[in-house]
C-alpha cells in the first residue's frame, strides 16, 4: 500500500488540509477502480466502510491477490469534515461558497478535443482530459478539492463515489450506458433502487466522470468505451454499524473480484431486489405547508398510487394533511427531520415511467 498525502489550502493564511489518498496494485497491472467516500462529510456509513476496505486490502495485496489497481479515499473530504458551529456539522455545502460538495465538477471536453481525434484510444483520452483539469485555474480551497479528487478519477476505469441519504435503503445512481454494470453491483451490495439517466444535471462527482467522455463522442464522431461511474447511497446517516459495513464490504470484494481486480472465485452477481428505473421517473413528495411530519410507510415498501406514506401535523389546530404518493412505485429514501416547512422535499418514490426533466438531483 502506499499513502499518498494531498496539501489542500485553507481558507485563511496559515491553513491547510491534508487528504489522503491509498493505492494498492502496479500501474497498468489490470482494471482501476477508483473508490470515494465523505465527499458529502456528515455522510459517513461510506467512510466506515472504506476504512474497513483499505484494511482488508493490505492483507490482500501481502498475498499477492490484487490484480489490478485500486484507489481508495475514505475521507475524501477534510475541508466539510472541520464545518462544525455550536455542536452542529454542516458537511454537504461548502462553509465559504454555500456550493453542494457534490456539484459544479468540470465539463473539460471542449479543451480535451483540441488534443484529439477520432483515432484517440482510452488512454489518449484520459490524458487529454487531465491536461484540460490541470490547465484549469484553482481559486479557492473547494477548486482545489475537486481538482484532486476529479484528477485521481479520471485515471480510473471504474469510479465509484459512496454517499448515504436521510433515511432509506441502499440504492444507486448511474447512467443508462453502464445499466448492465449498475445491475451487477446492485445485485452484489443487494441495492433496493437502481436509478439511471442520460444526463442527472448539476455535474455531480459520477455524472461529471461519464458527461467528459460522451460530450467528446460529438466532437470526435466515435463511440468511446466510457468509464464505469457510479453513486453508491449507503442507506442513511444514522446506518453507521460495523454488522452494516461487513455485509456491504463482503458484497463490495464480490464485487472487486467480478471485475478482475482481485484475485479469487468469481461469483455471478444475485439479482438485485428490484430493477433499475428512470432517475426522470423519481417522484418527490414536499410538504404543502409547514409543521410536524409523520411517517406512516417506511423505505423498502412498495406503494401502488394514492398510497399514504403519512400525514403533515399542524400542531395548533391538530388538523392533518395526508402525503401521497400520486403515482406509487418503489419508496427507496425519506427526510430525517421531522419538522418540515412549506415546499420542502419529504420523501422519494422510484417509478417506472418518464414525467420530470432538467436537473434531476435535489440540490
Known amino acids: 500500500m502506499h499513502i499518498q498525502n494531498h496539501t489542500l489550502p485553507g ?3 496559515g491553513t491547510q488540509h491534508v487528504l489522503n489518498s491509498y493505492h494498492f496494485g502496479e500501474e497498468g497491472s489490470g482494471p482501476h477502480v477508483y473508490l470515494q467516500a465523505g465527499l458529502h462529510a456528515d455522510e459517513l456509513p461510506g467512510v466506515l466502510l ?3 476496505l483499505c484494511r482488508r486490502l493490505e492483507v490482500l495485496e501481502s498475498e499477492g491477490r490484487i490484480l489490478g489497481q485500486l484507489t481508495v479515499v475514505p475521507m475524501a473530504n477534510p475541508q466539510g469534515m472541520t464545518q462544525h458551529l455550536q455542536g452542529q456539522h454542516s458537511g454537504r455545502f461548502d462553509g465559504v461558497s454555500a456550493e453542494n460538495f457534490n ?3 468540470p465539463d473539460l471536453s471542449d479543451a480535451a478535443a483540441a488534443w484529439l481525434d477520432a483515432t484517440a484510444d482510452s488512454a489518449k483520452v484520459r490524458q487529454a482530459l487531465r491536461q484540460a483539469l490541470a ?5 479557492s480551497t473547494i477548486d482545489a478539492l475537486r481538482h484532486t479528487l476529479f484528477d485521481m478519477a479520471l485515471q480510473a476505469d471504474m469510479v465509484l463515489d459512496v454517499h448515504c441519504d436521510s433515511e432509506a435503503v441502499l440504492h444507486l445512481y448511474g447512467n443508462n450506458r453502464h445499466q448492465a454494470a449498475a445491475g451487477e453491483l446492485a445485485g452484489f451490495l443487494q441495492a433496493g433502487a437502481t436509478l439511471l439517466c442520460d444526463e442527472a444535471g448539476g455535474m455531480s462527482f459520477d455524472d461529471a466522470v461519464v458527461q467528459n467522455w460522451r460530450r467528446l463522442e460529438p466532437r470526435l464522431g466515435v463511440t468511446l468505451a466510457i468509464p464505469l461511474a457510479l453513486t453508491v447511497e449507503l442507506r442513511g446517516v444514522a446506518d453507521v454499524e460495523d454488522r452494516l459495513a461487513a455485509c456491504d464490504e463482503g458484497g463490495l470484494l464480490a464485487w472487486l473480484r467480478w471485475v478482475g481486480v482481485l484475485e479469487g ?3 455471478a ?4 431486489p428490484q430493477a433499475a428505473t428512470p432517475l426522470a421517473g423519481v417522484e418527490t413528495i414536499v410538504a404543502p405547508h409547514g409543521g410536524v411530519v409523520v411517517y406512516q410507510a417506511t423505505p423498502g415498501q412498495v406503494l401502488v398510487a394514492s398510497s399514504r406514506i403519512g400525514y403533515l401535523l399542524n400542531p395548533l389546530d391538530g ?7 400520486q403515482r406509487g412505485g418503489y419508496f427507496y429514501a425519506r427526510v430525517a427531520n421531522r419538522l418540515a416547512t ?3 422535499e419529504l420523501a422519494f418514490v422510484a417509478g417506472s415511467g418518464v414525467w420530470r426533466n432538467g436537473n434531476l438531483l435535489s440540490a
Not at 319 to 325: A, D, E, I, Y
Open 11 to 13: 481558507v485563511m493564511p
Open 50 to 52: 472504506l476504512h474497513r
Open 103 to 105: 456539484r459544479h465538477y
Open 135 to 139: 490547465a484549469q485555474p484553482v481559486a
Open 265 to 267: 472465485e468469481k461469483v
Open 269 to 272: 452477481p444475485p439479482q438485485a
Open 319 to 325: 388538523s392533518q394533511t395526508p402525503l401521497l404518493s
Open 342 to 344: 412549506a415546499g420542502a
